[in-house]
């Protein structure tokens, strides 16, 4: 049947046209002038719509993709099957991306957070050349310190690429991060970058009515 054979080559071609379309340099670089803040974007000519989330009873916020979901703990066992686990992971099943925290038992004072970096760094590095630290730096403001990590870890089959970032949240230290597939850097970094601009302490009156709708 050549007709059939024929009419299914165009519509592979066209299929293959449309997603060299959506990774061409051309598609980025207008996606990257969109911003997580205006509500929605495109990724890779995909819309995704962004709003702001609250965690550990209301007392931190921050933005992602509206349609993420929480990772099951049968999920992060195949995703951590060496153990160390956050305590929470959301993604989705379309973008090639994550966002998590773990919050510790380590008790850090805030004062203290920017000199946390420096441990957190001399831990990275002690795990090899399987690491390697693009950047870091520390944000402070007045009632508040966030130290943050740039790094990309490589695995026997994918590099990843993590923006970590810590604070001290009721003296404990919380370790926040964003993640992602390095051969997506290129769309995703801008991305991972303003949600972690985005992440915040709440005021009072937001932790009560978010306790009050839970």
Same mark, same amino acid.
């Given at each position: 049947?050549? =007709?059939?054979?024929? #009419?299914? !080559?165009?519509?592979?071609?066209?299929?293959?046209?449309?997603?060299? *379309? %959506?990774?061409?340099?051309e598609?980025?670089?207008?996606?990257?002038?969109?911003?997580?803040?205006?509500?929605?974007?495109?990724?890779?000519?995909?819309?995704?719509?962004?709003?702001?989330?609250?965690?550990?009873?209301?007392?931190?916020?921050?933005?992602?993709?509206?349609?993420?979901?929480?990772?099951?703990?049968?999920?992060?066992?195949?995703?951590?099957?060496?153990?160390?686990?956050?305590?929470?992971?959301?993604?989705?099943?379309?973008?090639?991306?994550?966002?998590?925290?773990?919050?510790?038992?380590? =008790?850090?004072?805030? #004062?203290? !957070?920017?000199?946390?970096?420096?441990?957190?760094?001399?831990?990275? *590095? %002690?795990?090899?050349?399987?690491?390697?630290?693009?950047?870091?730096?520390?944000k402070?403001?007045?009632?508040?310190?966030?130290?943050?990590?740039?790094m990309?870890?490589?695995?026997?089959t994918e590099?990843?690429?993590?923006?970590?970032?810590?604070?001290?949240?009721?003296?404990?230290?919380?370790?926040?991060?964003?993640?992602?597939?390095?051969?997506?850097?290129?769309?995703?970094?801008?991305?991972?970058?303003?949600?972690?601009?985005?992440?915040?302490?709440?005021?009072?009156?937001?932790?009560?009515?978010?306790?009050?709708?839970n």
């Open positions: 049947m050549p =007709e059939l054979d024929e #009419e299914l !080559m165009k519509k592979r071609e066209l299929l293959e046209q449309f997603e060299r *379309e %959506r990774f061409s340099q598609t980025i670089e207008k996606e990257k002038e969109q911003s997580i803040f205006e509500g929605a974007i495109n990724v890779n000519m995909v819309p995704v719509n962004f709003a702001e989330r609250l965690f550990l009873d209301g007392k931190v916020a921050i933005w992602m993709p509206a349609d993420f979901e929480e990772l099951t703990q049968e999920e992060l066992a195949v995703s951590y099957p060496l153990g160390n686990k956050p305590d929470k992971v959301y993604s989705n099943s379309y973008l090639d991306l994550a966002v998590g925290y773990h919050y510790t038992q380590h =008790e850090v004072p805030d #004062e203290y !957070m920017g000199d946390f970096l420096k441990i957190a760094r001399l831990a990275l *590095e %002690r795990t090899g050349p399987k690491v390697r630290i693009l950047s870091e730096n520390v402070k403001s007045e009632k508040h310190t966030i130290s943050s990590i740039e990309i870890s490589h695995t026997i590099s990843i690429y993590n923006l970590m970032y810590f604070t001290s949240l009721d003296g404990r230290v919380l370790l926040g991060f964003i993640n992602f597939n390095c051969k997506n850097r290129e769309r995703y970094k801008p991305i991972a970058q303003e949600m972690f601009t985005s992440f915040r302490f709440t005021d009072e009156e937001q932790i009560k009515e978010h306790n009050n709708e």
